[in-house]
């Protein structure tokens, strides 16, 4: 069973910028769609990031021209750097495996492990003014 596990949050000022990583061991990432999600303090969820298994990609509104998601060279991690933060990008950010996730997305986001393939434990964003 492929394991997702998440690194890179932490408390940083508005402005600044964070790098999270997503790497299942052992497993090659670049046959699959990999997604970043994010539930927020009021627990609404956000499709923020899409890395599609043939190399496009999907952003939110909410981040797009400040988040970039990319496929590393050796194909076990995927990366979310994230700039210019702001009070509002405060959340639990989840890496997700979604299996022929659908482009541009057509659902409402669920945090729900039950709902994805393979889905991460999270790591904490938390961005101060």
């Known amino acids: 069973e492929l394991q997702l596990m998440e690194s890179g949050g932490g408390s940083v000022q508005a402005g600044e910028s964070l790098r999270l990583s997503c790497s299942a061991p052992?497993?090659?990432?670049?046959?699959?769609?990999m997604s970043w999600y994010r539930q927020t303090p009021e627990n609404e969820c956000e499709l923020v990031s899409t890395?599609?298994?043939?190399?496009?990609?999907y952003y939110a509104d909410s981040v797009k021209g400040r988040f970039t998601i990319a496929l590393n060279d050796a194909k076990n991690t995927v990366y979310l750097q994230m700039t210019i933060l702001k009070p509002e990008d405060t959340a639990v950010y989840h890496c997700?495996?979604?299996?022929?996730?659908?482009?541009?997305?057509?659902?409402?986001?669920?945090?729900?492990?039950?709902?994805?393939?393979?889905w991460g434990r999270g790591t904490q964003v938390t961005v101060s003014s």
């Open positions: 052992g497993t090659l990432l670049d046959a699959v769609d």
């Open positions: 890395h599609y298994s043939d190399g496009h990609t």
């Open positions: 997700a495996v979604d299996f022929l996730a659908p482009s541009p997305p057509t659902s409402p986001a669920s945090c729900r492990e039950k709902d994805h393939n393979f």
